[in-house]
């Protein structure tokens, strides 16, 4: 299992411009979320879906918009990027499992490294 | 991460001890993390501790619970200098089962 994935690794872009950061996840979990890490602030969440077929804002949604494509795949997609979009994005997925933790433990993905010029 | 506190860094001496602390607000609390994040990955979960316990301990990790006070704190023997990280502690919530809360991390670096 490769777990939970993310592309790209690393983007640049200019202010206006828009991308899309994709996250897919092979646990068969049902949600998903998306994190913004900045220095010295933690990880924010900015959307998270709870299940297939929902969406909801976390705690910071501005200038974001999610799509729960699947059960796998969960993508966040910066319209008009601004340079306080500057960030790393983690994407993560939970889910309970009948054995082991058992407890909607969150399971990360690697990162998207993204500087807004 | 403004309801879960953290130091934001960690100095110790490769063989001794760590301690890394965490205070939360919610004392609806169901579940807390610790979460370890190496340079350029992602978060990894380390070990997590269920609100009606007060001690965990795995290998070299303890977690101690201190619920009355909502203090939290993860315990490294034996230090190593692969256990330069940032540490997040994290809280589920019995209001919002869905999110997790996290703390803005402790930078722990390891002295020779």
């Known amino acids: 299992n490769a777990g939970v994935t993310q592309t790209p690794k690393f983007q640049v872009l200019k202010t206006g411009q828009s991308m899309t950061l994709q996250c897919a996840q092979d646990?068969?979990?049902?949600?998903m979320y998306w994190y913004r890490q900045d220095p010295g602030m933690g990880l924010r969440l900015i959307y998270y879906?709870?299940?297939?077929?929902?969406?909801d804002k976390g705690e910071v949604p501005n200038g974001y918009n999610v799509s729960r494509l699947n059960k796998r795949e969960f993508s966040l997609r910066l319209e008009s990027a601004a340079p306080s979009q500057t960030s790393v994005y983690f994407c993560?997925?939970?889910?309970?499992?009948?054995?082991?933790?058992?407890?909607?433990?969150?399971?990360f993905g690697p990162g998207t490294r993204l500087t807004v010029l | 991460g403004e309801d879960v506190e953290q130091s934001l860094f960690l100095s110790v001496r490769e063989g001794d001890s760590s301690v890394i602390n965490c205070t939360y607000t919610d004392s609806s609390s169901t579940y807390l993390y610790w979460y370890k994040q190496e340079p350029g990955a992602g978060l990894q979960l380390l070990t997590y501790i269920f609100s009606n316990m007060d001690m965990k301990q795995d290998q070299r990790l303890t977690v101690l619970l201190n619920k009355k006070d909502k203090h939290l704190s993860l315990r490294i023997a034996d230090t190593q200098t692969g256990d330069s990280a940032i540490y997040f502690c994290?809280?589920?919530?019995?209001?919002?089962?869905?999110?997790?809360?996290f703390g803005s991390g402790t930078r722990l670096s390891i002295r020779p």
């Open positions: 646990m068969n979990h049902n949600s």
């Open positions: 994290a809280e589920r919530r019995y209001s919002s089962a869905s999110k997790i809360i």
């Open positions: 993560a997925s939970s889910g309970r499992t009948s054995g082991g933790i058992g407890t909607d433990t969150q399971y």
């Open positions: 879906s709870a299940s297939e077929g929902t969406t």
